[in-house]
């Protein structure tokens, strides 16, 4: 049974940083890719960035480049996302998800995800 927690959402204000943290257990963490998503209110689901299961890869959407990292640590079966210089616009309801491949940027191909942390920034 996979499960993944996510933690370090809040309230910050535009142009300052949070950092998520998403802690996995259930499957051989090394062997498959990571991703972020967020929601809002209203919209879909969209994949924000992946990393491969040994970091070597990583992808990110347009709007987040140079913005935000995406890190992990197979060691302690943790990833993580920096969030720097937030925007109003990032205000989402934050998951972290697992797929099966060792690295994808297709969305679908994450299978199970956690329950979530959100991230409001004040404008």
């Known amino acids: 049974q996979v499960q993944l927690v996510e933690s370090g959402g809040g309230l910050v204000q535009a142009g300052g940083s949070l950092t998520l943290s998403c802690a996995a257990a259930g499957r051989t963490f090394s062997s498959y890719a990571m991703g972020w998503f967020r929601q809002a209110p209203g919209k879909e689901r969209d994949l924000v960035a992946a990393i491969s299961g040994g970091g070597d890869k990583i992808f990110y959407t347009d709007s987040v480049k140079g913005r935000f990292t995406f890190s992990r640590d197979n060691a302690k079966n943790t990833v993580y996302l920096q969030m720097n210089s937030l925007r109003p616009e990032d205000t989402a309801l934050y998951y972290c998800?697992?797929?099966?491949?060792?690295?994808?940027?297709?969305?679908?191909?994450?299978?199970?995800r956690g329950q979530g942390t959100q991230v409001t920034v004040s404008s």
């Open positions: 998800a697992v797929s099966s491949y060792y690295y994808t940027q297709r969305a679908e191909a994450y299978d199970y």
